[in-house]
């Protein structure tokens, strides 16, 4: 990864050579050149920026590719190392970020990340009553940080301001729009509030990973998961699926839940595992692998929130 990387940065440094280009802080036609990894912080840019045309907005993980098997291609390399923005996630699925960054050409370069932001408001995997046993059990950040909306208010705030000092001439409009999408924010949030403190069953059932745990914990919901929200486990174990059939029973759901990437193969095996055998298989989208396809279509990051809360007054639902 090392030489390759060294190979695409040399690249970039020659092409001024051949095309009479300067190296430039903005370098896409006087553009803002904004990189981000995965599509909600790509959405939450597109959402304070209002669109301006001054802003050149890229997603790198558009592919519907999971962002724990990411890798980033030569072609993505260049894309950052010479961008005025970068903002990723952090944590171990983007640890080719620090090669990505060592060499930096554009040195004036505003590098964010989100789990720095948190700092130690992060919060590490929990392996709860009934998870599948992994054979590496050391605590692990938990990266899905974007699935709590009081996180997203708080990474949108830092980008307003970083983009602020980017492009002043904007700064009046970055502002406001920045402000009107964190009222956005905060109106869902109290929205996932009112509805959990409204529901005599607080717990919910996962035939599937949970990268959910920043969302259950700013409601106060409880979990029984198959895998933790990092594993790359598929197949659970009879001990897990007779456990996780249990809750569904002992709680009386009428749902088991699966994320956007399953087949629904575990949550399936788990309902016929119960007494009543009919429980509806429901998704709650963790927006993992959204596409350029799935922006296309205006899916945004507030829309995949308001359809997951519904989702979730299901789940919540009792025989």
């Not at 590490?124 to 054979?135: H, L, N, P, Y």
């Not at 980017?166 to 970055?174: I, R, S």
């Not at 529901?199 to 919901?221: H, I, Q």
């Not at 659970?236 to 699966?258: H, M, P, Q, R």
Request: with cysteine.
């Amino acid at each position: 990864m090392k030489k390759a990387l060294a190979l695409v940065l040399c690249f970039i440094m020659i092409i001024p050579l051949f095309t009479g280009c300067k190296p430039s802080k903005n370098n896409t036609a006087g553009k803002l050149s904004v990189v981000t990894t995965i599509f909600p912080i790509y959405d939450w840019v597109r959402e304070i920026t209002g669109g301006c045309s001054d802003i050149d907005l890229s997603l790198l993980i558009d592919n519907g590719v999971d962002i724990h098997s990411f890798q980033p291609s030569a072609e993505d390399i260049i894309k950052i190392s010479a961008c005025d923005m970068f903002i990723y996630v952090g944590g171990e699925s983007d640890n080719w970020v620090t090669d990505a960054l060592k060499e930096k050409v554009n040195k004036d370069m505003v590098v964010i990340n989100l789990l720095d932001i948190l700092g130690s408001s992060a919060k590490d995997e929990k392996k709860v009553e009934g998870m599948e046993a992994e054979s590496d059990d050391a605590p692990e950040t938990d990266e899905h940080v974007w699935l709590s909306l009081r996180n997203a208010e708080k990474f949108c705030s830092a980008i307003t301001e970083k983009l602020k000092t980017l492009c002043p001439k904007d700064k009046a409009e970055f502002e406001a729009d920045g402000k009107a999408y964190i009222n956005k924010l905060e109106a869902l949030d109290k929205s996932y509030k009112n509805a959990v403190d409204g529901s005599k069953n607080k717990t919910m059932v996962f035939g599937d990973r949970f990268p959910f745990l920043y969302l259950a914990e700013d409601y106060g919901l409880s979990y029984y998961a198959a895998f933790s929200g990092c594993s790359a486990e598929t197949e659970a174990s009879f001990k897990t699926i007779a456990f996780l059939a249990g809750k569904v029973d002992e709680y009386k759901l009428k749902s088991i839940l699966k994320i956007e990437t399953s087949d629904g193969s575990v949550a399936e095996t788990i309902r016929s595992a119960t007494k009543a055998k009919n429980q509806r298989i429901l998704t709650l989208d963790s927006m993992q692998s959204k596409t350029s396809d799935d922006i296309k279509n205006n899916v945004t990051y507030i829309l995949v929130m308001d359809k997951n809360l519904r989702i979730l007054k299901k789940a919540l639902e009792q025989v």
